[in-house]
């Protein structure tokens, strides 16, 4: 933890030139802190002799006078000291990926710095004498890097302190003298600062661009989860909604079958009576009988007479008219009444519940949508007496001649209005094609106002209509008097699709493409009518193939 924070405090009070922490800092009148050796160097580099600060670019005349901030140094002599302290012994020895101490012998430490003067890294022990020693102090120190020897000039052997603007490439003094005489060079610190202040813009457009995207991320993300929690829900009503009749079905089912075993244990009842006393009867017919075969064999006549005479007659039978033997198709009406209320079950969830349960999906391609194309004239009972009907009724145009149109109820009085004849449900495709100043394209319930104030018959500013605003260099969609603005390539085409039963509504710019300008996603409560609102214009919904 404390080694973060000396990290953190070092970024702190990092020169804004250098990128290094602050070598004998001192502090400008505008309240920013630099090395004294950079802002120095920066304001000698400076050919218009003009002495700003390169943060905040504020101008100081005369040039200030540069005074060590003493309490910057002791705070950076402090960290330093915190830092070094806080290293762990077994981090110092330099390993194949870090930067070795030229100086050291041996087992070589970690490099500390990396002198731009001397060209060569220190570790610690070796980088003292930059700190004490006042000659030295004047060096530029960095953090440690492999890629000193390319500050190095190839053919002067100088380092490279400009930087020539019109090759773009750094260069030392006496480049900028001989090969780039006459070149674009300042200081490399100067273009530093200038590439530093493009960097941070380029990073502030990144962060916005990342901001968006996150934004639009959250924005998925919400969307997904919304979808998730209606579908859940969808789930959920649907259980409860099926759980009814199913529970109706279950004690429906109970119900016949009890009373199916209701009846079959009174009939068996019956039955088993019956054969009791059938049984009964048998019995004393087979005992009379063994009587009278008995008495058959009697030689004696008058014994036989008198025994014969003083038999008991038989009882009679009372059940024999009672007795029926039934079809053996007892229960079948049953069986026919609970097949055909499963058929009549399976037609309603086949036929009706596939539709809602499973829309077909939205139409692609423009081949796709002429599958739903339909043909539409317009009314002429609704049309504004300014508005001319030609070609079959398919074409409306703004004129300035009143037409000799009768009156009618339907007839919109103020705006260059007009809707079509037929009423639209299902699903349905048509394109206008249109020149001229403008036309709203638009769908309305056929009940919208004819007249009034402006909201309540205009399309698109009452919730009875929705409209496509075409202008020549925009669109813009219009539901219940809010405006929103839409982009897309612009084309005299207007493709529209309405799926009335889903409740989706869009428009699309057609030309050798179509593309999607706008899509609504609402409930239709009523069928809807196809509009056009022309002004200066003339529209014509077309012949498709």
Not at 185 to 207: F, G, H, P, W, Y
Not at 348 to 365: A, C, F, M, S, Y
Not at 474 to 488: I, L
Not at 509 to 534: I, Y
Request: hydrophobic content about 30%; charged content about 25%; aromatic content about 8%.
């Amino acid at each position: 933890m404390a080694q973060t924070g000396v990290q953190l405090d070092w970024e702190i009070i990092s020169c804004s030139i250098c990128l290094d922490p602050l070598k004998d800092p001192v502090t400008i009148p505008c309240g920013h802190s630099y090395c004294k050796s950079c802002i120095k160097g920066f304001w000698d580099e400076n050919e218009k002799k003009v002495h700003s600060c390169p943060q905040c670019r504020q101008t100081f005349t005369p040039r200030p006078v540069l005074v060590k901030n003493t309490t910057l140094a002791n705070l950076v002599e402090k960290l330093e000291k915190i830092r070094l302290q806080a290293a762990p012994a077994d981090h110092c020895y330099a390993g194949p990926e870090d930067v070795a101490c030229d100086f050291c012998t041996g087992r070589k430490l970690k490099a500390l710095k990396s002198c731009l003067v001397c060209l060569v890294s220190f570790c610690e022990k070796h980088l003292q004498p930059h700190l004490d020693v006042a000659s030295l102090q004047k060096h530029k120190l960095v953090e440690p890097s492999k890629k000193l020897q390319e500050n190095i000039c190839s053919r002067h052997d100088e380092v490279m302190k400009m930087f020539c603007r019109t090759d773009q490439q750094c260069i030392c003094y006496l480049c900028s003298v001989d090969q780039h005489k006459g070149h674009d060079t300042v200081s490399a610190a100067a273009e530093r600062t200038e590439r530093q202040t493009e960097l941070e813009l380029s990073r502030l457009n990144i962060q916005q661009k990342i901001q968006d995207r996150e934004k639009d991320l959250q924005e998925l993300q919400q969307e997904v989860e919304a979808m998730s929690g209606s579908a859940d829900k969808a789930v959920e009503d649907s259980e409860k909604i099926f759980n009814k009749p199913i529970r109706l079905m279950e004690k429906r089912r109970s119900d016949v079958k009890q009373q199916v075993r209701s009846q079959q244990d009174a009939e068996v009842s019956r039955v088993k009576e019956l054969q009791e006393e059938l049984e009964q009867e048998i019995t004393e017919l087979k005992r009379r009988d063994a009587e009278l075969k008995e008495l058959s064999h009697t030689q004696d006549h008058n014994q036989f007479l008198h025994s014969y005479k003083s038999l008991s007659p038989l009882r009679e039978a009372t059940h024999s008219s009672s007795i029926s033997i039934r079809p053996l198709r007892y229960f079948d009406h049953v069986t026919a009444a609970v097949s055909a209320l499963r058929d009549k079950l399976q037609d309603v969830l086949r036929d009706k519940w596939t539709n809602i349960l499973l829309p077909q999906p939205e139409p692609e391609t423009r081949d796709q949508f002429l599958k739903y194309s339909c043909e539409i004239t317009l009314d002429p009972n609704t049309a504004h007496t300014k508005v001319l009907l030609s070609e079959g009724n398919k074409k409306a145009t703004a004129v300035r001649q009143p037409q000799s149109y009768s009156s009618h109820p339907d007839r919109f009085t103020v705006l260059f209005q007009v809707l079509s004849t037929q009423s639209l449900t299902g699903r349905c495709y048509w394109e206008v094609e249109w020149s001229g100043a403008g036309v709203y394209v638009a769908v309305a319930y056929k009940d919208i106002s004819r007249a009034g104030s402006l909201n309540q018959y205009r399309f698109g500013l009452n919730d009875k209509s929705w409209a496509l605003d075409c202008y020549t260099k925009s669109y813009y969609f219009w539901y219940n008097s809010v405006q929103t603005p839409v982009s897309g390539p612009r084309s005299s085409r207007v493709g529209v699709y309405l799926d009335h039963g889903a409740g989706i509504l869009s428009f699309y710019s057609v030309s050798n493409t179509m593309t999607l300008l706008h899509r609504v996603q609402t409930t239709f409560t009523q069928p809807l009518h196809a509009g056009l609102l022309v002004y200066g214009a003339a529209a014509e919904f077309c012949k498709l193939k």
